[in-house]
C-alpha cells in the first residue's frame, strides 16, 4: 500500500529507535533522507543504515541547502516534496528519515506544510523520536525542567542580542546545532543573572563512537572555543 511515513530517528544511536520506527523501516520500498549537501553524507540515512535492504528498497538523498535565502529555501521544499509525492503516488510504500524529531527544527516541517499544500488526500504517518536534549540530560544527569522552572530553546546563536533578552527571563538555556558560537555566551548568561555555579554542560556528536560530554559549571568554563561541531548541545541550568 502506497503510503509516507516520517520517522525521527533520534540522536545518533540506532539502539535509540523506537519499535515501530524500526519496523516501519524494514517495511518501506523506498528510504528518503535529508543532506546539507550533493557530497555529504545524510546523517540520518547513517542511523538506520544497518536495517537497510539495499537489494530491494531504494535509497534516495535530498538536499537541503543551508542557506537563508527565501528564495532558495522555497523551491527546495517544492522540488522535495514533488519527489516524496512522487514516490508514494507511483504505488511505493515510503519513509523519510530525519535526525531528532520530525517537529523539532527538521527539514520534514517544510515538506509536511508543502504536501499538504499540494498533495492534501495523501496518506502521512509520523512516528516521533528521540531528541538530543533529553539524551544528553540522561548522559549528564540533569533535569531539563522541574517544578515552576522555564525552559527556553535556543536553535542556534546568531542572534546575541535575542539570547541575552531571553536569558534574562530563563531558569534553563538549551542551546542547540552549531557548536561554533557556544563560547560567545558565557559573558551573555553571566550578564543576564546565571550565576558562576550554575551548571554547565556540554556535548558533541551524541550517540556516536566520537561523542564527547562535558559537565562543570559556568564559572569553571575555559575562554575559547568549546566545540566547533554543527551537531552540539548546551544545557546551562540557573544555580
Known sequence: MSRLTAIGVGPGDPDLL????????????????????????????????????????DIIKMTFPMTKDPDILESTWKRNAAQMAGEVNGGRNVVYVTVGDPYLYSTWIYMHRELE????????????????????????????????EKVSIIPSCYELS?????????????FLKDGRYF?????????SGFPDDSLFAIGQDLGTEQEIVRRLTL????????TTKYFSILVVKRA
Open 117 to 148: 499544500r499540494s498533495h492534501p488526500d495523501m496518506d502521512i504517518t509520523v512516528i516521533p523520536g528521540i531528541v538530543s536534549m533529553f539524551t544528553f540530560a540522561s548522559k549528564v544527569g540533569v533535569s531539563i525542567a522541574e517544578g515552576a
Open 18 to 57: 523506537t519499535v515501530k520506527a524500526v519496523r516501519a523501516i524494514r517495511e518501506a520500498d523506498t528510504v528518503m533522507c535529508p543532506a546539507s549537501a550533493e557530497d555529504r553524507p545524510s546523517i540520518a540515512l547513517a542511523v538506520v543504515e544497518s536495517l537497510l535492504d539495499r537489494s530491494r528498497q
Open 162 to 174: 535575542s539570547v541575552r533578552e531571553i536569558a534574562r527571563n530563563s531558569d534553563v538555556m538549551v
Open 219 to 226: 564559572g569553571d568554563v575555559d575562554r575559547g572555543v568549546l
Open 183 to 191: 563560547d560567545q555566551v558565557i559573558d551573555i548568561l553571566k550578564e
